[in-house]
């Protein structure tokens, strides 16, 4: 049995695979680098592009569910690093939300690499979330743009923002509360690379926030990091002030270390023996944080598995139920899309990269975890 340590990053895949193999349970390794894997098949749903009625069905669910929840249903969109299609797929899910009928807010939150705006087609944006940051505007909604995309409006973090890197505490609570205070049926908030604690702030304004990846193992074992991160971080803030908990959280966040703690169950094993109240609390966490992971630039579909492997080690070593959205293959037309800042999927509407956008956001429709932001993650 492996002691669910992860590797640090790495250059060679076969290094990787031996590191692996020594440090996981050999059951997962073979499910990460097995070949082959079953890929979800959703029912398409071009017929809605062209209207009709089962159009017309589709988009009165969409607007059922909205009139049934809280207006405001949030999903933050993260990733590893940089590149690896959170602002391509976060404006391709808004763009489909808002032809489904919703109201829809993009937010570009990756001040340290704000790009979103490009993919709406927008060169200049006229006004910028740092206009909100300088108080140049009293309120959010006056930096809300119209784009050429019905019901879709922009939130550009382009221009002169401090990159995330250096945002002041009090910079990133102001741009989380005043986001968390926006109304729409949807809000989708594109937030920056890395796990840096901004980021990991911005992706825990919800329970569930989507991942993405790519197929590379180096890309799986930072996803993997990164919901570590989150988890440990969502505990350091619940259990803020209490002193008798600061050794455990190190050696939980630290596996490596020589007195670390190799996963999610040991820790909770040490935590109940230490406090009850505190190891109740870290059951809730871990069972009301649900991810999403979607899987992108996948070069086949059986590579495009890699999201349930994924799934399966974040259960095993984190007690987290992700949820597998779906996959994206890579596709020139996402490319080509890019360098003239058109959307893809107006470009190309039956590419196989839109017509897995689709796919992901009829699944995203029936996807409980998206709720309105936590309040008690914004202090
Ligand atoms: N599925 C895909 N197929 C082909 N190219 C892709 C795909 N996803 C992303 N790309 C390319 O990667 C570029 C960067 O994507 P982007 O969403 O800006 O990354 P991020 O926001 O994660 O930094 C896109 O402009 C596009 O050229
Ligand atoms: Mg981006």
């Given at each position: 049995?492996g002691n669910g340590r992860?590797?640090?990053?790495?250059?060679?895949?076969?290094?990787?695979?031996?590191?692996?193999?020594?440090?996981?349970?050999?059951?997962?390794?073979?499910?990460?680098?097995?070949?082959?894997?079953?890929?979800?098949?959703?029912?398409?749903?071009?017929?809605?592009?062209?209207?009709?009625?089962?159009?017309?069905?589709?988009?009165?669910?969409?607007?059922?569910?909205?009139?049934?929840?809280?207006?405001?249903?949030?999903?933050?969109?993260?990733?590893?690093?940089?590149?690896?299609?959170?602002?391509?797929?976060?404006?391709?899910?808004?763009?489909?939300?808002?032809?489904?009928?919703?109201?829809?807010?993009?937010?570009?939150?990756?001040?340290?690499?704000?790009?979103?705006?490009?993919?709406?087609?927008?060169?200049?944006?006229?006004?910028?979330?740092?206009?909100?940051?300088?108080?140049?505007?009293?309120?959010?909604?006056?930096?809300?743009?119209?784009?050429?995309?019905?019901?879709?409006?922009?939130?550009?973090?382009?221009?002169?923002?401090?990159?995330?890197?250096?945002?002041?505490?009090?910079?990133?609570?102001?741009?989380?509360?005043?986001?968390?205070?926006?109304?729409?049926?949807?809000?989708?908030?594109?937030?920056?690379?890395?796990?840096?604690?901004?980021?990991?702030?911005?992706?825990?304004?919800?329970?569930?926030?989507?991942?993405?990846?790519?197929?590379?193992?180096?890309?799986?074992?930072?996803?993997?990091?990164?919901?570590?991160?989150?988890?440990?971080?969502?505990?350091?803030?619940?259990?803020?002030?209490?002193?008798?908990?600061?050794?455990?959280?190190?050696?939980?966040?630290?596996p490596?270390?020589?007195?670390g703690i190799p996963d999610i169950e040991k820790f909770?094993?040490?935590?109940?023996?230490?406090?009850?109240?505190?190891?109740?609390?870290?059951?809730?966490?871990?069972?009301?944080?649900?991810?999403?992971?979607?899987?992108?630039?996948?070069?086949?579909?059986?590579?495009?598995?890699?999201?349930?492997?994924?799934?399966?080690?974040?259960?095993?070593y984190?007690?987290?139920?992700?949820?597998?959205?779906?996959?994206?293959?890579?596709?020139?037309?996402?490319?080509?899309?890019?360098?003239?800042?058109?959307?893809?999927?107006?470009?190309?509407?039956?590419?196989?990269?839109?017509?897995?956008?689709?796919?992901?956001?009829?699944?995203?429709?029936?996807?409980?975890?998206?709720?309105?932001?936590?309040?008690?993650?914004?202090?």
């Amino acid at each position: 049995m492996g002691n669910g340590r992860l590797p640090r990053a790495s250059s060679g895949i076969n290094w990787l695979i031996i590191r692996w193999a020594a440090l996981f349970d050999f059951g997962i390794i073979q499910q990460v680098v097995g070949s082959e894997t079953r890929v979800e098949r959703l029912p398409l749903m071009q017929e809605r592009r062209g209207g009709g009625q089962s159009g017309i069905d589709e988009r009165n669910n969409w607007l059922k569910r909205y009139e049934t929840t809280e207006s405001r249903r949030i999903i933050t969109v993260a990733g590893c690093k940089g590149g690896i299609g959170k602002s391509v797929i976060a404006s391709a899910l808004a763009i489909e939300a808002g032809r489904c009928g919703a109201d829809v807010i993009l937010v570009d939150a990756d001040l340290g690499g704000p790009n979103l705006h490009t993919y709406l087609g927008i060169r200049q944006p006229e006004r910028v979330i740092s206009d909100f940051l300088s108080h140049c505007v009293a309120n959010i909604e006056e930096v809300i743009l119209d784009t050429e995309f019905p019901g879709v409006r922009l939130i550009s973090g382009a221009g002169n923002v401090p990159s995330q890197a250096n945002l002041k505490f009090a910079q990133k609570m102001k741009i989380i509360k005043a986001i968390s205070s926006l109304r729409a049926d949807l809000l989708i908030v594109d937030i920056g690379a890395g796990s840096s604690r901004d980021v990991m702030d911005f992706f825990s304004m919800t329970d569930g926030g989507i991942l993405i990846t790519t197929c590379e193992p180096a890309s799986i074992i930072n996803s993997y990091g990164f919901m570590k991160n989150v988890v440990y971080r969502r505990f350091g803030r619940a259990f803020r002030g209490k002193k008798h908990l600061v050794g455990l959280l190190e050696r939980g966040m630290n596996p490596e270390a020589d007195d670390g703690i190799p996963d999610i169950e040991k820790f909770l094993d040490e935590l109940s023996e230490l406090d009850t109240e505190c190891w109740m609390e870290a059951k809730a966490i871990l069972s009301d944080f649900r991810p999403g992971i979607i899987v992108n630039r996948a070069e086949s579909a059986g590579e495009a598995g890699v999201d349930e492997k994924l799934k399966a080690i974040v259960k095993k070593y984190l007690s987290i139920e992700a949820e597998c959205l779906g996959a994206i293959v890579e596709d020139i037309y996402v490319k080509a899309a890019a360098r003239k800042m058109t959307p893809f999927s107006v470009l190309a509407p039956d590419c196989p990269a839109a017509q897995s956008i689709r796919r992901i956001a009829a699944r995203l429709l029936d996807w409980s975890s998206i709720e309105a932001p936590i309040e008690s993650r914004m202090g």
